[in-house]
């Protein structure tokens, strides 16, 4: 699974498989990326549910003002192999910023 499929996937379950063992195996910045990836799954969550439901949504500060932090913030070179997957990452979260500031 990449990035993007993870980030974009409706049920994101990241401890269903394994019951978080698979966490005590990785590497201190393998714990740090797995943490922002679902973190950033779960914004992206709310982006998506607030988009649809503009009538319903209440913070919307925070959530922009979370976003732009994540977009101003470069990942860690450590969590990709690739540059492409660096690029990728910070592709995903600045369109989630960008949808979040059609909401502001």
Same mark, same amino acid.
Request: net charge negative; no cysteine; charged share 40%.
């Given at each position: 699974?990449?990035?993007e499929?993870?980030?974009?996937? $409706?049920?994101f379950n990241p401890c269903g498989k394994c019951g978080g063992y698979a966490t005590r195996r990785l590497t201190e910045e393998q714990i740090a990326y797995?943490?922002?990836a679902y973190r950033v799954h779960e914004i992206a969550r709310r982006v998506r549910w607030t988009l649809a439901h503009r009538d319903l949504a209440s913070d919307t500060a925070s959530l922009l003002a979370e976003l732009k932090d994540w977009d101003?913030?470069?990942?860690?070179?450590?969590?990709? $192999?690739t540059?492409?997957?660096g690029l990728q990452w910070r592709r995903i979260v600045s369109e989630l910023h960008q949808q979040a500031l059609v909401l502001s």
């Open positions: 699974m990449t990035v499929e993870m980030l974009r996937a $409706e049920r797995y943490r922002a101003d913030r470069p990942p860690a070179d450590e969590w990709f $192999e540059k492409g997957q």
